[in-house]
């Protein structure tokens, strides 16, 4: 084992002869569309942090007593769907009907060979933070679907997958270390980066893309987008001198990414125009306070 569990790191690795076996798993329960292909995407984008595309997945699915057979065809055909856009194979799996459960779950474990590989604790001191297309994607496609606007719903949810853009970015051969955001957003990524690889970071509000829709919603319901699950974008460590390189590279493939900040020696610090903040804790996440709003 080359890449054992730790926080913050989004897969494990074994040496494997002169390859090694990249492994993620990830548990969906009670997505508000798509399950199928919202969990094969979600284990997809951990695997992808390697640098690597996953190229078989296996898949366990619990349904609850009152499930149907119909409920189980669309799940499935969400998770053929999800494979086949990103060129992988599902190998096999396991479906009961569990009881005391009153929705789905969806576990999916991905895999990937590869010969090299970076993960989330390689990020390096002096590294600059790129981060891909916008804050809260996951949070602002939930938030639309679960208040009726389903065709913003639609257009980030579209954005959910960071494989392209991860396996691209790799390539360039400038990324120390990357992370997908995803619980506490974007910040909640910083941190578990930082933990990963024992460093601080500066990072500056002002310089973090937040979407026109992203803003609207958060402001309707109070929310923070920079702590709002954040998945469909990335975060890279890449070498000092090189973001262009990077930012290029991801622009090709129509990704925007920007330079938010540095890691650094010394502490976690978000840098605002009135203050700094220092980031002890991982947040928790804001899509729970929108959603106690939604069953009260």
């Given at each position: 084992?080359v890449?054992p569990p730790?926080v913050?790191v989004d897969?494990?690795a074994?040496?494997?002869?002169s390859?090694?076996?990249?492994?993620?798993?990830?548990?969906?329960?009670?997505?508000?569309?798509?399950?199928g292909?919202?969990a094969?995407?979600?284990?997809?984008?951990?695997?992808s942090t390697?640098g690597?595309?996953?190229s078989?997945f296996q898949?366990?699915i619990?349904?609850?007593?009152?499930?149907?057979?119909?409920?189980?065809?669309?799940i499935?055909?969400?998770?053929?769907?999800?494979a086949?856009?990103?060129g992988?194979?599902?190998?096999g799996?396991?479906?009961e009907v569990?009881?005391s459960?009153?929705f789905?779950?969806?576990?999916?474990?991905g895999?990937a060979?590869?010969?090299?590989f970076?993960?989330?604790?390689?990020?390096?001191?002096?590294?600059?933070?790129?981060?891909?297309?916008?804050a809260?994607?996951?949070?602002?496609s939930?938030i639309a679907y679960?208040?009726?606007l389903?065709?913003v719903?639609?257009?980030?949810?579209?954005?959910?997958?960071?494989?392209k853009?991860?396996?691209t970015?790799?390539?360039?051969?400038?990324?120390?270390?990357m992370?997908?955001?995803?619980?506490g957003?974007v910040i909640?990524?910083l941190?578990?980066?930082?933990v990963a690889?024992?460093?601080?970071?500066?990072?500056?509000?002002?310089?973090?893309?937040v979407?026109h829709?992203?803003?609207?919603l958060?402001?309707?319901?109070?929310?923070?987008?920079l702590?709002?699950?954040?998945?469909g974008?990335l975060?890279l460590s890449?070498?000092?001198?090189r973001e262009?390189?990077?930012i290029n590279?991801l622009?090709?493939?129509?990704?925007?990414?920007?330079?938010?900040?540095?890691?650094?020696k010394?502490?976690k610090?978000?840098?605002?125009?009135k203050?700094e903040?220092?980031i002890?804790?991982?947040?928790?996440?804001e899509?729970?306070?929108?959603?106690?709003?939604?069953?009260?």
């Amino acid at each position: 084992m080359v890449v054992p569990p730790k926080v913050g790191v989004d897969f494990g690795a074994l040496k494997l002869g002169s390859y090694y076996l990249i492994v993620s798993s990830d548990p969906v329960t009670g997505a508000p569309f798509d399950q199928g292909w919202y969990a094969l995407n979600v284990c997809a984008n951990d695997v992808s942090t390697s640098g690597n595309a996953p190229s078989f997945f296996q898949v366990v699915i619990l349904l609850p007593e009152r499930g149907s057979l119909s409920e189980l065809k669309r799940i499935t055909k969400g998770l053929n769907k999800a494979a086949l856009s990103l060129g992988a194979t599902i190998v096999g799996g396991h479906t009961e009907v569990t009881p005391s459960l009153s929705f789905p779950i969806v576990c999916v474990t991905g895999f990937a060979f590869a010969r090299h590989f970076v993960s989330a604790s390689n990020a390096k001191a002096g590294d600059s933070i790129v981060f891909t297309k916008w804050a809260g994607v996951e949070g602002t496609s939930i938030i639309a679907y679960k208040i009726g606007l389903k065709r913003v719903a639609k257009k980030f949810s579209s954005m959910l997958s960071v494989v392209k853009e991860a396996v691209t970015a790799y390539k360039t051969l400038a990324v120390h270390a990357m992370h997908d955001c995803t619980e506490g957003g974007v910040i909640g990524a910083l941190y578990e980066m930082s933990v990963a690889s024992k460093l601080g970071f500066e990072v500056y509000e002002q310089k973090i893309p937040v979407a026109h829709e992203t803003n609207t919603l958060c402001s309707a319901f109070k929310l923070d987008p920079l702590r709002l699950i954040g998945s469909g974008s990335l975060l890279l460590s890449v070498k000092s001198g090189r973001e262009k390189q990077v930012i290029n590279a991801l622009s090709h493939l129509g990704v925007n990414a920007s330079v938010i900040g540095k890691f650094t020696k010394g502490k976690k610090l978000l840098i605002s125009r009135k203050k700094e903040v220092e980031i002890n804790e991982a947040p928790s996440d804001e899509i729970w306070k929108f959603l106690k709003t939604r069953s009260t």
